[in-house]
């Protein structure tokens, strides 16, 4: 059977949501109709735009510039900061909408889903489910989605990007040489900052150029990402749609900082902030990491990360954040950063494992420290005991949120 694949994504989530919010309480302007944006705080003037009205789109403000330059564009611009409880709200209420139709629902990011609508659509075609989905966000939930229908999740995901707000489109196998292949390649699945350039340099500037080039060319300059995004450009993706309520496979922390990162000590800060609270809820969870991972996003929006895997696993935060900081100083670029993260990977059990030859002999004196500070902190709040490097720095001794199985809402909580 051929799959029916949706993927829902919300129109300028953060400002529809907390716009939808705003009107059932009383207020009497809705913020998608004038000038607005999400994103930092408005007494400190610092932060980046989260999200945008479409007016705000006509004093061209971008998604990720600072809230100076979108003030500079547009003086009236009204500002409000992000309200993450509201938001996880609001896609909680997605997902069980969308489990009404399939019990395959994948919580790709806060406000995107896809849907497995295979042998659930009995009395309906798969175009009249993805429309009737579309009309119900609208009228029960308060806010607007364009909805992709296809054959798997990239077509689906591609389809969605199509004519917004508030749309249906289908990208199925014989539409993709009249839909995808026109679109520049920019637009395509993965083709991010580090990829385009090259592509240029080759001649392909479209979708289409790039399905037509020769794989073994695209490998010898991209390597194994050529020929991934050579199959995204021909629709080719055979990835499941994976339900909510996997097991936990990995906790850590990120978040995006009110100001430019722009000196190894303020950035090393922030990553002993994170890999304390991510430290603090492995040894809660009674668990061990074997892998430490690193992420980074700088002023531009572009994200990379690196990784280790430990000779044994452990929970303690300054064997943890060792390995942070050593990942740091080899990745950094000396650019300023918006956006840092620590996660901790393929976990095992405290109770049994092996141990190394060549573990450090301080150890059980530091997860003896670490389980003494972890109870004061427990008894008498989180405050209670920081670390003497934080004080007057400006930098939470505890900071960030939930990492999530899903990529894209790693900073949301």
């Not at 900052?193 to 289409?208: A, D, M, Q, S």
């Given at each position: 059977?051929?799959?029916?694949?949706?993927h829902?994504?919300?129109?300028s989530a953060?400002?529809?949501?907390?716009?939808v919010?705003?009107?059932?309480?009383g207020?009497?302007?809705?913020?998608r109709?004038?000038?607005?944006?999400?994103?930092?705080?408005?007494?400190?003037?610092?932060g980046?735009?989260?999200?945008?009205?479409?007016p705000?789109?006509?004093?061209?403000?971008?998604?990720?510039e600072?809230?100076?330059?979108a003030?500079?564009?547009?003086p009236n611009?009204?500002?409000l900061?992000?309200?993450?409880p509201l938001?996880?709200?609001?896609?909680d209420a997605?997902v069980?909408?969308?489990?009404?139709?399939?019990?395959?629902?994948e919580?790709y990011?806060?406000?995107?889903?896809?849907?497995d609508?295979?042998g659930?659509?009995q009395?309906?075609?798969?175009?009249?489910?993805?429309?009737?989905?579309?009309?119900?966000?609208?009228?029960?939930?308060?806010?607007?989605?364009n909805?992709?229908?296809?054959t798997?999740k990239?077509?689906a995901?591609?389809?969605?990007?199509l004519?917004k707000?508030?749309?249906?489109?289908t990208?199925?196998p014989?539409?993709?040489p009249?839909?995808?292949?026109?679109?520049?390649?920019?637009?395509l699945?993965?083709?991010?900052?580090?990829?385009?350039?090259?592509l240029?340099?080759?001649?392909?500037?479209?979708?289409?150029?790039?399905?037509?080039?020769s794989?073994?060319?695209?490998?010898?300059?991209?390597?194994s990402h050529?020929?991934?995004?050579?199959?995204?450009?021909?629709g080719i993706?055979d990835?499941?749609?994976?339900?909510?309520?996997?097991a936990v496979k990995?906790?850590?922390n990120?978040t995006?900082?009110?100001?430019d990162?722009?000196?190894?000590?303020?950035?090393?800060?922030?990553?002993?902030?994170?890999?304390?609270?991510?430290a603090?809820?492995l040894?809660?969870?009674?668990?061990l990491?074997?892998?430490v991972t690193?992420?980074?996003?700088?002023?531009?929006?572009?994200?990379y990360s690196?990784?280790?895997?430990?000779?044994s696993?452990?929970?303690?935060?300054l064997?943890?954040?060792?390995?942070?900081?050593s990942l740091?100083?080899e990745?950094?670029?000396r650019?300023?950063?918006?956006?840092?993260?620590v996660?901790?990977?393929d976990l095992?059990?405290?109770?049994f494992?092996?141990?190394?030859?060549?573990?450090?002999?301080a150890v059980s004196?530091?997860?003896a420290i670490?389980?003494?500070?972890?109870?004061?902190?427990?008894?008498y709040?989180?405050?209670?005991v920081?670390?003497?490097l934080f004080?007057?720095?400006?930098?939470?001794p505890?900071c960030?949120?939930?990492?999530?199985?899903?990529?894209?809402?790693?900073?949301?909580?």
């Amino acid at each position: 059977m051929e799959r029916i694949i949706l993927h829902v994504d919300v129109n300028s989530a953060y400002l529809s949501w907390e716009a939808v919010y705003r009107l059932q309480h009383g207020a009497r302007i809705d913020l998608r109709t004038i000038p607005s944006v999400i994103g930092g705080d408005e007494k400190s003037r610092r932060g980046i735009v989260l999200a945008k009205s479409i007016p705000a789109k006509k004093y061209d403000i971008q998604t990720g510039e600072t809230l100076w330059s979108a003030r500079s564009k547009c003086p009236n611009l009204v500002v409000l900061p992000p309200s993450y409880p509201l938001y996880l709200s609001c896609s909680d209420a997605l997902v069980r909408l969308l489990k009404k139709y399939s019990p395959k629902v994948e919580r790709y990011s806060g406000d995107e889903c896809f849907v497995d609508l295979t042998g659930c659509t009995q009395k309906k075609t798969a175009e009249e489910t993805a429309w009737e989905i579309k009309e119900r966000c609208r009228t029960e939930l308060g806010f607007t989605v364009n909805v992709g229908l296809s054959t798997n999740k990239l077509l689906a995901k591609m389809a969605s990007e199509l004519e917004k707000p508030d749309k249906m489109h289908t990208m199925y196998p014989h539409e993709i040489p009249e839909k995808l292949w026109p679109m520049p390649v920019r637009k395509l699945f993965l083709s991010g900052p580090k990829t385009l350039p090259k592509l240029y340099k080759l001649n392909i500037f479209t979708i289409g150029q790039l399905a037509h080039a020769s794989p073994d060319l695209l490998q010898h300059h991209l390597k194994s990402h050529g020929l991934t995004i050579w199959k995204y450009a021909n629709g080719i993706d055979d990835s499941p749609v994976v339900p909510d309520g996997r097991a936990v496979k990995g906790i850590g922390n990120s978040t995006t900082t009110p100001f430019d990162v722009d000196s190894e000590k303020e950035a090393l800060l922030y990553l002993l902030s994170l890999t304390e609270t991510a430290a603090m809820r492995l040894r809660s969870n009674k668990m061990l990491a074997r892998v430490v991972t690193v992420s980074l996003r700088d002023t531009n929006l572009s994200f990379y990360s690196h990784q280790r895997r430990l000779v044994s696993p452990t929970d303690s935060t300054l064997l943890l954040y060792r390995q942070a900081k050593s990942l740091f100083k080899e990745m950094w670029r000396r650019e300023p950063l918006r956006h840092l993260g620590v996660h901790l990977s393929d976990l095992v059990e405290n109770k049994f494992y092996q141990t190394s030859f060549f573990d450090d002999t301080a150890v059980s004196r530091q997860q003896a420290i670490d389980k003494t500070i972890d109870e004061i902190r427990a008894s008498y709040g989180a405050d209670a005991v920081v670390r003497g490097l934080f004080p007057h720095s400006g930098i939470p001794p505890l900071c960030g949120g939930v990492y999530e199985a899903f990529p894209t809402m790693r900073s949301l909580l």
